[in-house]
């Protein structure tokens, strides 16, 4: 088996895989794959290099469960200007299609390319000639042709964690031609579903004129052959059910159930970050209890959204409304010995979120836009086969294609729409038991089989298929 260089944005150690949990989905898949194929995972520590303004190849290598980590720290001028800037406030919008929250700003565009060509330079020399290099994310799009102008022949696949946005509104990107032409060197490129691929092969066709074969996602451009496909990521299934065995998920699941006594818990678990529809969710909760006041003493909604990215000024507005929203509703429907809503700003490990999410009777995951949601996954995973709660899911996120089975597994709803979301609520509560396992049963397969190794196993095999030009 290939040695593996995973290259991303920020790199976790697997020590702390409940903490890089809250980081994003992407901690726990690596970790894993890493473990199987040995190799090196590259990017940024997280740390803030001394230097204000310019940024070294001053690597820093570590070895710690079976995987060799290698990062480097980056000034704050970089910081700025490429994760802030360009990756947090132009990318990840745009891409999530928020037009009205993308900023355009030609500065940190630059800082966006010198990071890439930063990290280009510095993980070059660690790879040897049979390395499958493995690229990850919205940070990181132009780096397979920076590799290669320095040489680099291996085989290099790059997997988009997010959505790809339709052509309309990706053109709005400055010099998006330029990007996506960046993204032609590698040789497999993977999405999290086939309306994110057929976006991108539908812009390679209409705006490069690239010719492009739409069932095995080959594009031919410039003398290069590219594939592109759907990689759904997955749960760690195991790593999630041996957690799910412990005291601390026991614990968790009974000082839930405690807490609420006879009311009936209601969960959502998100980033705190405005495509995950948090404030819409509210929305929808609040237009249950206008409807049906009668069930305020009945229903309790827990929401736990540890704050990210706190220094790009969307982040700081989404956090303010968000603490608004709750304020209004708890202010408005609170009794001396009830609150309706708990809006919890941290992060718990996994087992605990396991046991949480057993004694929640319905999972809310309500993005706006999502290029999977392993949170969804999660929910169904944690539930008690012989008496599972219901997973209410917004059909914009990626999991949807996945958890939506014949009108069975998860109840639908459009994030947008409150009444749409109230409707979903009345139908889980009142879901009898039979109903309730059906659509477990629709669902649990898929998480179980679908899950993290089997996606980094086809991704990595898919790769190792492929031939460089
Ligand atoms: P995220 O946007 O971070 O990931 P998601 O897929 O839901 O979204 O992954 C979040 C992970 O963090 C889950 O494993 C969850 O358990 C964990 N988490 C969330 N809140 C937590 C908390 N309070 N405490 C501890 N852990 C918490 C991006 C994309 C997604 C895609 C993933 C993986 O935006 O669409 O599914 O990458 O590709």
């Known amino acids: 088996m290939e040695r593996l260089v995973v290259i991303s944005n920020r790199v976790a150690v697997p020590k702390a895989r409940g903490a890089a949990g809250a980081q994003g989905g992407l901690a726990g898949a690596l970790n894993a794959a890493l473990k199987d194929h040995g190799g090196i995972w590259f990017g940024w520590s997280g740390q803030e290099s001394d230097d204000s303004d310019d940024t070294d190849c001053n690597i820093h290598l570590q070895r710690s469960d079976g995987v060799t980590t290698a990062t480097i720290d980056l000034s704050s001028r970089d910081i700025d200007e490429y994760y802030n800037g360009y990756a947090n406030a132009t990318l990840w919008p745009l891409f999530h299609y928020r037009l009205d929250l993308t900023q355009y700003e030609r500065e940190t565009a630059k800082g966006y390319e010198r990071v890439n060509e930063l990290f280009a330079e510095c993980v070059s020399p660690l790879i040897e000639p049979d390395d499958l290099i493995w690229v990850h994310d919205y940070h990181l799009l132009p780096l397979g042709e920076r590799l290669r102008a320095r040489g680099i022949k291996n085989r290099i696949g790059f997997f988009l964690h997010i959505p790809w946005p339709p052509t309309r509104l990706f053109v709005s990107l400055p010099f998006h031609e330029r990007l996506v032409r960046t993204m032609l060197d590698y040789d497999l490129i993977g999405f999290q579903n086939d309306e994110w691929r057929e976006s991108f092969l539908h812009y390679c066709r209409k705006e490069l004129g690239a010719e492009v074969e739409e069932a095995t996602g080959t594009i031919r451009f410039e003398g290069r052959t590219v594939i592109a496909r759907a990689y759904p990521i997955g749960i760690d299934w195991d790593h999630f059910q041996a957690q799910g065995q412990t005291d601390e998920a026991a614990h968790a699941e009974q000082r839930l159930l405690s807490s609420t006594r006879d009311r009936t818990a209601m969960i959502g678990v998100d980033r705190l970050d405005y495509s995950k529809g948090l404030p819409e969710r509210i929305d929808g909760i609040s237009r249950f209890f206008d409807q049906h006041p009668e069930c305020v003493r009945d229903l309790v909604f827990i929401q736990i959204a540890p704050p990210s990215r706190e220094d790009v000024e969307s982040y700081q507005h989404i956090r303010a409304l968000l603490e608004q929203k709750a304020g209004q509703i708890n202010g408005a429907r609170s009794e001396v010995d009830l609150v309706p809503i708990r809006y919890v700003n941290r992060g718990y490990s996994h087992a605990e979120l396991f046991g949480f999410f057993r004694a929640a009777k319905i ?104 031939r460089p030009d």
């Open 363 to 466: 999972g809310l995951v309500t993005p706006l836009r999502d290029g999977m949601n392993l949170v969804a996954k999660e929910y169904v995973a944690a539930q008690d086969p012989e008496d599972p709660g219901v997973l209410i899911l917004s059909r914009f996120a990626g999991a949807a294609q996945q958890l939506e089975v014949d009108g069975a597994g998860a109840v639908m709803v459009n994030p947008y729409s409150p009444d749409d979301i109230a409707q979903a609520i009345g139908l889980a509560l009142d879901m009898p038991l039979q109903e309730r396992k059906a659509r477990y049963e629709a669902m649990i397969g898929t998480i179980r089989a679908d899950n993290v190794q089997a996606w980094t196993d086809s991704f990595c095999s898919d790769l190792a298929a492929t």
